[in-house]
């Protein structure tokens, strides 16, 4: 079954999986990490692309080309991916032919997720990208999905998108109360990259969209947080934000 396309863009989003194994970094970051701010954006000037989404279910590779961009222009120097190297991770993990379009069937994040730690992900260069560690956050959790952005510059998140907002141009506020027709229309992947009192930034097709925490609660059925050596580390070997990397790591894999 291929991924749902509307109007120039993609679905792609599998039922979630779950694993008991998975560390519930929620719990985790509450312990370790300072009082959560009021607001932190990421994702200003990321020059954000669709990443082929248009045309291809790829939605949880463009995610990753979204953090890993926001990630490093807040760390070290801005690193974007190609469409090209966005399909071969999607092909890498699931099948997908980018040549022809066979096996379009979309991803599990906790798929892409295991590969991405395991045997990492195509970026730029003769390198590969490995995920240092991830871990769960409910999402109805709103203080531990902030204060993961906060911390560790984004979330990857997947939710159940309704027809309304499929009917919004590219970057029109995902307002649950403002549109009319809440027809479930598939399962999608999206970067949280900042966010402030009234709601998050996120990245979907290319384009910097905002939506209400209320409307983010409703929608989402899964939420990683994300540990990133690789990309959030700058060249001292801290965070932006200037938050102990390994004491954080050790806190986690003790969980």
């Known amino acids: 079954m291929s991924a749902p396309f509307v109007g120039g863009r993609r679905l792609g989003k599998r039922d979630p999986k779950h694993d008991p194994r998975t560390y519930r970094l929620g719990r985790v970051l509450a312990v370790r990490l300072p009082a959560v701010p009021a607001e932190r954006d990421w994702s200003q000037n990321v020059p954000y692309q669709m990443w082929g989404n248009d045309r291809f279910g790829c939605c949880a590779f463009a995610a990753h080309a979204a953090l890993v961009a926001t990630w490093t222009k807040a760390a070290q120097g801005l690193v974007m991916l190609s469409t090209e190297t966005v399909l071969q991770n999607y092909a890498l993990v699931t099948g997908f032919v980018p040549a022809t379009g066979a096996n379009d069937d979309g991803t599990i994040l906790l798929d892409e997720l295991n ?11 003769q390198t590969l990208d490995y995920l240092t560690a991830y871990g769960s956050i409910a999402p109805t959790d709103v203080v531990g999905i902030r204060r993961a952005i906060a911390y560790l510059g984004g979330v990857l998140a997947g939710v159940q998108v309704p027809q309304g907002f499929l ?19 598939g399962g ?24 209400p925490w209320a409307t983010f609660t409703r929608i989402a059925d899964e939420a990683y947080g994300l540990l990133s050596r690789q990309n959030w580390l700058g060249v001292p070997g801290t965070a932006p934000t200037g938050e102990d990397f390994d004491a954080l790591l050790a806190e986690v894999r003790a969980a």
Not at 115 to 125: A, E, F, K, Q, Y
Not at 167 to 185: K, V
Not at 192 to 209: D, H, I, Q, S
């Open 115 to 125: 590969v991405w730690r395991r045997d990492g992900l195509h970026r730029p260069g």
């Open 167 to 185: 009917d919004l141009g590219l970057g029109e506020t995902w307002d649950w109360d403002a549109i009319s027709d809440h027809t479930p229309a």
């Open 188 to 211: 999608h992947a999206i970067a949280l990259v900042g966010y402030n009192a009234a709601g998050v930034f996120f990245n979907t097709w290319g384009a910097r969209t905002f939506m």
